[in-house]
């Protein structure tokens, strides 16, 4: 693989692209749904947060893969890269099947467990029940995805996932307005699209990398420790902010007994997933050089465009958001006509601004960090300020002051700033730099 075929904007582009057609499933999802009404709305928005927090044992592996399979192309060791996908494939179908199996089975009583709004239980526990049984697929596809993409093939997921979006909207449309189906249709349509997804990232990494040709191979005890060894601090740092969110929630909930606050949260979710998808893929393609020049010892280059990653990211996140925050009203016309939750999205929106500048920092500094090898100092950070300004804010702002889901907002805001301010100055440091998994 010639690393210098992609630069940046080659592979943020496709990336970008990829992660907002993934978004657009779930804001297709949420439109289509709110024909249904705005409680199924809120409660498919709770249960998918909590299938996030049962599948944090799928990002020790994916989260550790993309670091160690980079550095080893950058240091042109490509065989190593492919074992790394064969551990990382092997351990995550293992955990994704008995994820699945207890989600099936345990759904209701997890809901119950948490408090979810009693209006919302039946429709969360439906779709928990049927796209929570079949996680696995979701511990599947990032490992094929993020092989092609750590090669530098960063279009064929992207076919994947529009493939699999459109898939998904034809057959919410047969579930929903042909069968009348309800929740559980939409559940469906979305296990057999991310079926379809993992076919198709399957055959393209099969056709696109032959990597496994390569004879070199390593200690297979030696080359999923580095992985652990990256992987386990990221999951961490994803429990954690899973475990937050679920508390913010559970606030959220108890903040009024019709889940107002809570589906104005999800509206507004549907409504700044560009922003994110712009902060994401952007960390996501930076990380990827970062492996790749970090394996060639490239550290100067690879510092330099990690900042100009960031600035970018900030520029396009604030621009967005001032938009949608602009267009509020027009934009939550097309989900709900309740005048409350339209004019709390409103207020949402405008914090929003905040949060996603400094999220789209913090993932920038935080995903060069992880894939450079220091993969321990975010989830020190996160596990301080996570709690005490978004978890500790919510109950403050939300609940002690009544400011209800502005209040939460305001504490979630003031956490990514924080953290995005940590990740910058750690990474000025240049510890990083000593922190690498192997030597070109």
């Known amino acids: 693989m010639n690393r210098e075929r992609k630069n940046l904007t080659q592979l943020f582009i496709p990336i970008c692209l990829e992660t907002f057609f993934h978004m657009l499933a779930g804001?297709?999802?949420?439109?289509?749904l709110s024909s249904v009404g705005d409680e199924a709305v809120g409660a498919i928005g709770t249960a998918n947060t909590y299938i996030g927090i049962f599948i944090i044992m799928f990002s020790i592996i994916s989260s550790g893969m993309i670091a160690v399979m980079t550095q080893y192309i950058g240091a042109k060791r490509n065989g190593i890269a492919f074992q790394a996908r064969q551990l990382g494939l092997a351990f995550n179908a293992a955990v994704g099947v008995m994820l699945s199996v207890f989600l099936f089975f345990f759904s209701g009583q997890v809901l119950s467990g948490v408090g979810v709004a009693a209006k919302l239980l039946d429709y969360a526990a439906t779709y928990l029940r049927i796209v929570g049984g079949c996680c696995f697929l979701n511990a599947l596809i990032p490992i094929f995805s993020s092989y092609l993409r750590a090669f530098g093939h960063t279009k064929q997921p992207l076919i994947a996932t529009v493939t699999a979006n459109i898939a998904n909207l034809i057959l919410n449309s047969i579930f929903l307005f042909g069968l009348h189906m309800g929740v559980e249709g939409v559940a469906i349509a979305t296990v057999l699209s991310r079926v379809l997804n993992l076919l198709l990232v399957m055959a393209a990494s099969h056709r696109r990398v032959d990597a496994g040709k390569d004879p070199e191979r390593a200690s297979n005890r030696a080359v999923l420790w580095?992985?652990?060894?990256?992987?386990?601090?990221?999951?961490l740092e994803t429990g954690l902010y899973?475990?937050?969110?679920?508390?913010?929630?559970?606030?959220?909930?108890?903040?009024?007994?019709?889940?107002?606050?809570?589906?104005?949260?999800?509206?507004?979710?549907q409504i700044t997933n560009l922003a994110y998808c712009v902060g994401a893929a952007l960390a996501q393609a930076n990380a990827i050089m970062t492996g790749w020049r970090i394996g060639a010892g490239e550290y100067d280059e690879c510092d330099r465009e990690t900042k100009k990653a960031a600035v970018r990211g900030v520029i396009i996140a604030a621009a967005l958001e001032a938009i949608f925050a602009l267009s509020s009203g027009v934009l939550m016309r097309l989900f709900t006509d309740d005048a409350t939750i339209i004019a709390l999205v409103g207020k949402l929106l405008a914090i929003d601004i905040v949060l996603e500048v400094g999220r789209v920092s913090n993932l920038v500094y935080g995903n060069a960090l992880k894939v450079s090898g220091d993969a321990l100092f975010p989830p020190v950070i996160g596990a301080v300020f996570m709690y005490s300004c978004a978890v500790g804010g919510t109950w403050f702002f939300g609940i002690h002051l009544n400011l209800l889901v502005v209040g939460a907002y305001i504490g979630l805001a003031s956490d990514e700033c924080v953290r995005a301010l940590c990740m910058y100055l750690r990474w000025r440091s240049g510890k990083w730099r000593e922190k690498g998994l192997v030597r070109s």
């Open 27 to 32: 804001t297709v999802d949420t439109l289509m």
């Open 226 to 235: 580095q992985i652990i060894r990256i992987g386990l601090p990221s999951a």
């Open 242 to 269: 899973n475990l937050a969110m679920t508390l913010i929630i559970r606030f959220l909930n108890q903040m009024d007994a019709d889940g107002i606050n809570v589906t104005a949260r999800s509206y507004t979710m």
